[in-house]
């Protein structure tokens, strides 16, 4: 990249310096013991001329060849370009600006002295669980480079996030807007050697009302010129657009539709059922054989936490996660969730975001989402990572108008059927 910024020789009071801590050392490993077979259409990770450190990750992972947002970004971005990227969760795109901010920290060295609380890399997403999806896959990503990775959300200790920051230098800080403004405003964390700018999900900071401490955010890194900015959005209306316009110098842009993200691994049904029949009708299928591990989405926090007490009432085995829980406890709850100690997850929408899980045989919508996009995130926590799954939602009088928007929205027309009646009794 050019235009990036040099260490620099002061800093406010009290700040401690230390040295660059150097890569980690790669026990004997070789690209060698990574083979992938080229193929016609696809990208492989080693014709994207990635760091050795990078690559050995990516073989631990299973990775072999690009997903489509990967494919078309990459070789753009790993160049140092500015990148809006439209797509849903499950595509990749993590991975892709992963993949891009550690391999550029890697080729790019900072000699000499750095100061603790000055990441190199910031990625900023809505939700908290969100946040922690992408540190874990940093974490996963950097397992061999020597860089460090550090979260900050609200809803944990403050102390403990500050003491990580400030144990050793800090290389990537991944966070929620309104915690990542608390350090600053404290002075514990400097975003002016920022070289590599993510913004996740743009459109859900947007609708969740963080815009504003966006902008402060943005403001308190190096000029749009001197950093390189990553922005994906699910959708683009006009005022991300206009964010867009603002934040990132000569982008290139990725457009992935989110229909091929929604229809191929997953079997969509309807079910049409009145107000009255949803309850039975839901713990009917949870109680299914086949429903190994299922997620149920409800549109408002008071029904996910009716649903939750109902269901733990009838003997099913099953978590919250909502914005009301504290996130010690949606931690605790999705990682039972993940060992399949809980059979059902029971979810808001922007809780729903982060939720990240193989293996998930079933999603219900027990309401049609308001937002199209939102059915489209909601059907995209199944059939992941290759496998199939299937997502089932509840229509009845009072939101069967939703599904025109849904459907035009997915390209394609939604089945409308009556549920078998062995699971209405």
Known sequence: MNGKPAPRNDRGKGKSRQRSRPGATNTAWSIDDFQ????????????????????RAIADIGFEYCSPIQAAILPQTLQGNDAIGKAQTGTGKTAAFLITLFNDLL???VEGERFLGEPRGLVIAPTRELVM?????AE?????????VVTLIGGMDYQKQLNRLTSEIVDLVVATPGRLIDFMGRRDVFLDRVEILVLDEADRMLDMGFIPQVKRIVRATSRREDRQTLLFSATFTQDIINLSEQWTYEPITVDIEPEHVATDSVEQKVYLVSSEQRYKLLVNLVRSPEADSVIVF???????RRLHE?????GVSCGILSGEIPQAKRSSTLAQFKQGDIKVLVATDVAGRGIHVDGVTHVVNYNLPEDPED???RIGRTGRAGATGISISFASEDDAFLLPDIEALLGTRLECTHPPESLLL
Do not use: W
């Open 36 to 55: 992938v077979p080229e193929m016609a259409g696809k990208t492989r990770f080693h014709d994207l001329g990635l760091r050795d450190e990078l690559m």
């Open 375 to 377: 059915y489209v995130h």
């Open 298 to 304: 409800a549109n408002r926090r008071d029904q996910v």
């Open 107 to 109: 080729c790019h060295p």
């Open 140 to 148: 996963d990503l950097a397992k061999y480079s020597g860089l460090k």
């Open 310 to 314: 109902r269901l733990r009432r009838a």
């Open 133 to 137: 999806q992408i540190a874990q896959d």
